[in-house]
């Protein structure tokens, strides 16, 4: 277990990505990948992408990030890796639906964005959990399914 | 003589190393979950177990507008009455400990100040719906209890409690065979929508599965 209780800085500084760059040609470069809401965390356990198990705990002033270095020696870095969202895109029909649909999305509490008359969900469980939420939108013709991007 | 089988030496020993892998101040754990499912049972069960293996515990309680968790606590005599902080949630539990948790994180920042070797704070969130989750800014880990005889048909409903949660916790197994509840059914629905995430059986009325709860707490931000 490698205990990490400081953020050493983020992989584009101009201090630590000369060291990063020339460990990942040696492939001594290690990811904790992380979804958005384990981004949130200070005190956790994880493993890398290598297996190594790491300890994390962080001051709470301490925000993790994409690209965040948590380890930085002669033959290893680690280094966090966000995970790319996964959305849920949604196309009201109408007007009246639209508002019924951002309305029910707030309450309950899901991350969204707006773009291009769709509603995007970010999804934090697997996907069927909202699609169960949302039947009676889909069944009431009153949303469809949309491409992301 | 004393040596290292004498269980005090052991705590302080363990104590001394805990401190050293704490820094950046103690673990946070939230327990959240229906009224009456048995949380503030299962704090009494686990203040034992922090105790014994040497780890400074406090907890803060939410009641929605009494503070009849932190009295219950307080005059348990599991642990010294100032480690019993109450917040009053008035009248939405899931507020302040999701949309706006800075009474919480107030309480646990005093608690920390006051204790400066305290290595665990347990927040029991006052008893909501199955929709209540904690924010990951209160607490590192954060677990749900529901207890069989809610119905065995809880799990299935996946509210963001039991999907969302590092440790689903079913309680009150004994009672089972009364209310007709299938606990294995409980266990294969709630695995299912976990995503490979844990969950523990307990009683807390003869503490069997706690020690199992606790593990997960040590393990995953105690660490050792
Ligand atoms: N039979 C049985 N009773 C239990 C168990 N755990 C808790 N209880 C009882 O269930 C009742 C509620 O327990 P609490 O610990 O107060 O529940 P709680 O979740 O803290 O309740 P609120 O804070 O009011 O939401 C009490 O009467 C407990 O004695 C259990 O495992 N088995
Ligand atoms: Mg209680």
């Given at each position: 277990?490698?205990?990490?209780t400081?953020?050493?800085?983020?992989?584009?500084d101009?201090?630590?990505s000369?060291?990063?760059?020339?460990?990942?040609?040696q492939?001594?470069?290690?990811?904790?990948?992380l979804?958005?809401p384990?981004l949130?965390?200070?005190r956790?356990?994880?493993?890398?992408?290598?297996?190594t198990?790491?300890?994390?705990?962080?001051?709470?002033?301490?925000?993790?990030?994409?690209?965040?270095?948590?380890?930085?020696?002669?033959?290893?870095a680690i280094?966090?890796?966000?995970?790319?969202?996964?959305?849920?895109?949604?196309?009201?029909?109408?007007?009246?639906?639209?508002?019924?649909?951002?309305y029910f999305?707030g309450?309950?509490h899901?991350?969204v964005?707006?773009k291009d008359?769709?509603l995007?969900?970010?999804?934090?469980s697997?996907?069927?959990?909202?699609?169960?939420?949302?039947?009676?939108f889909?069944?009431?013709?009153?949303i469809v399914?949309a491409?992301?991007? | 003589?004393?040596?290292?089988?004498d269980?005090?030496i052991?705590s302080?020993?363990?104590?001394?190393?805990?401190r050293?892998?704490?820094?950046?101040?103690?673990a946070?754990?939230g327990?959240?979950?229906?009224?009456?499912?048995?949380?503030t049972?299962?704090?009494?069960?686990?203040?034992?177990?922090?105790?014994?293996?040497?780890?400074?515990?406090?907890?803060?309680?939410?009641?929605?507008?009494t503070?009849?968790d932190?009295?219950?606590?307080?005059?348990?005599?599991?642990?010294?009455?100032e480690r019993?902080?109450?917040?009053?949630?008035?009248?939405c539990?899931?507020t302040?400990?999701?949309?706006?948790?800075t009474l919480?994180?107030?309480?646990?920042?005093?608690?920390?100040?006051?204790?400066?070797?305290?290595?665990?704070?347990?927040?029991?969130?006052?008893?909501?719906?199955?929709?209540?989750?904690?924010?990951l800014?209160?607490?590192?880990?954060w677990m749900f209890?529901?207890?069989?005889?809610?119905?065995?048909?809880i799990?299935?409903?996946?509210?963001?409690?039991i999907?969302?949660?590092?440790?689903?916790?079913?309680?009150?197994v004994d009672?089972?065979?009364?209310?007709g509840?299938d606990?294995n059914?409980?266990?294969?629905?709630?695995q299912e929508?976990?995503?490979?995430?844990?969950?523990?059986?307990?009683?807390?009325?003869t503490?069997?599965?706690?020690q199992?709860?606790?593990?997960?707490?040590?393990?995953?931000?105690l660490?050792?």
């Amino acid at each position: 277990m490698i205990q990490i209780t400081d953020v050493l800085g983020h992989s584009h500084d101009s201090k630590l990505s000369s060291r990063l760059h020339d460990l990942s040609h040696q492939n001594k470069v290690e990811y904790i990948v992380l979804d958005h809401p384990n981004l949130q965390r200070r005190r956790f356990r994880v493993k890398t992408d290598r297996g190594t198990d790491c300890a994390i705990s962080i001051s709470r002033e301490t925000r993790l990030t994409n690209g965040a270095v948590l380890l930085l020696e002669s033959d290893r870095a680690i280094v966090v890796k966000m995970s790319k969202d996964r959305w849920l895109s949604l196309k009201p029909n109408d007007i009246p639906s639209a508002i019924e649909l951002g309305y029910f999305a707030g309450n309950m509490h899901w991350r969204v964005k707006f773009k291009d008359e769709c509603l995007h969900i970010a999804l934090e469980s697997p996907e069927d959990i909202y699609l169960d939420r949302l039947k009676d939108f889909f069944i009431q013709g009153k949303i469809v399914r949309a491409n992301h991007d | 003589m004393r040596t290292c089988q004498d269980p005090s030496i052991n705590s302080t020993l363990h104590a001394a190393m805990n401190r050293q892998t704490l820094s950046n101040g103690p673990a946070r754990v939230g327990i959240g979950g229906p009224v009456g499912s048995g949380k503030t049972a299962l704090i009494e069960q686990l203040i034992p177990i922090f105790s014994n293996r040497g780890n400074e515990i406090a907890v803060i309680t939410n009641d929605l507008v009494t503070r009849e968790d932190a009295k219950r606590l307080q005059q348990s005599g599991l642990l010294a009455s100032e480690r019993v902080v109450a917040v009053e949630a008035g009248a939405c539990p899931h507020t302040v400990i999701r949309e706006d948790p800075t009474l919480n994180m107030q309480a646990a920042e005093l608690l920390e100040r006051k204790f400066e070797n305290l290595e665990v704070v347990l927040i029991e969130s006052g008893g909501d719906n199955l929709a209540s989750t904690f924010s990951l800014d209160l607490v590192d880990y954060w677990m749900f209890v529901i207890d069989t005889s809610e119905g065995d048909d809880i799990p299935r409903k996946r509210g963001p409690g039991i999907v969302q949660s590092d440790l689903l916790v079913i309680n009150k197994v004994d009672l089972a065979p009364y209310v007709g509840a299938d606990i294995n059914l409980m266990v294969k629905e709630g695995q299912e929508v976990r995503d490979g995430k844990p969950l523990a059986l307990t009683n807390c009325k003869t503490g069997a599965g706690i020690q199992e709860v606790a593990d997960h707490i040590i393990n995953n931000v105690l660490f050792s």
